[in-house]
């Protein structure tokens, strides 16, 4: 059974180029959660999906930032226009329901750095 | 609004002894909550997981969870460290029905020999 699988493992972009990162949820799953983790930080929330649609994206930056999930293919987060304070890692995770109380499975997340 | 406190950033612990990993949290409701483990380079690994019943949870690699609801936390425990136990443990709350996560800062643990 295939995990969350997240690729790039490394992306290396210059600022002011576009950045795309791509999940695929375990299988069964149609419940997918992007989550930014910073040098020295926890895992922050940025956006919920289900399948062509977008649930919660309260974490999610006003602009340059933006994610999908279409009915067919991996969820993207998408990052235009990059900033030197975008360096992070990005993890998904994907769940089968979205209850509460379902453990949540991550995938070994993008690292993303912005020369 | 809630929050998830992980008092300590860093503990060394020596092969064989006990390590108490601190997690308190700030929720309206009884939480779901739940203790992962990241390895360098690598996702989060689920530990374990509080719902309700037992308020002592037993999971993966030897690891135990006791949640206290008079003192507001959910505290991992593990009687005898190995080395493969050196990583950053994360403390979460389920922080909305919808399943999202809130973590706390993180707890990296060095084991030494």
């Known amino acids: 059974n295939a995990g969350v699988m997240q690729n790039p493992r490394h992306l290396v972009r210059r600022r002011g180029q576009e950045a795309r990162l791509r999940c695929s949820p375990m299988?069964?799953?149609?419940?997918v959660y992007w989550y930014r983790q910073l040098p020295e930080e926890g895992l922050k929330f940025m956006v919920y999906l289900q399948k062509e649609n977008i649930i919660d994206e309260s974490g999610m930056p006003k602009e340059r930032f933006s994610a999908e999930f279409p009915k067919e293919g991996p969820s993207i987060l998408r990052i235009q226009q990059v900033v030197r304070g975008d360096s992070a890692a990005y993890f998904c995770?994907?769940?089968?329901?979205?209850?509460?109380?379902?453990?949540?499975?991550f995938g070994d997340g993008t690292r993303l750095s912005i020369l | 609004a809630q929050s998830v406190t992980q008092p300590d950033i860093h503990i060394t612990v020596s092969e064989g002894a006990s390590l108490e990993l601190r997690c308190n949290y700030s929720?309206?409701?009884?939480?779901?909550l739940f203790w992962y483990v990241q390895s360098p380079g690598q996702g989060l690994q689920l530990l374990l997981k509080?719902?309700?019943?037992?308020?002592l949870v037993q999971g993966i690699k030897g690891f135990e969870a006791e949640f206290k609801r008079s003192q507001s936390s959910f505290n991992l425990r593990k009687p005898s460290v190995h080395w493969s136990d050196a990583a950053e443990y994360f403390c979460?709350?389920?922080?909305?029905?919808?399943?999202?996560?809130?973590f706390g800062a993180g707890t990296q643990v060095v084991v030494t020999p």
């Open positions: 995770a994907s769940s089968p329901r979205s209850d509460g109380n379902q453990p949540q499975h």
């Open positions: 929720y309206g409701a009884t939480p779901y």
């Open positions: 979460a709350v389920g922080a909305d029905s919808w399943g999202k996560l809130q």
């Open positions: 509080y719902f309700s019943g037992d308020t």
């Open positions: 299988k069964g799953h149609s419940h």
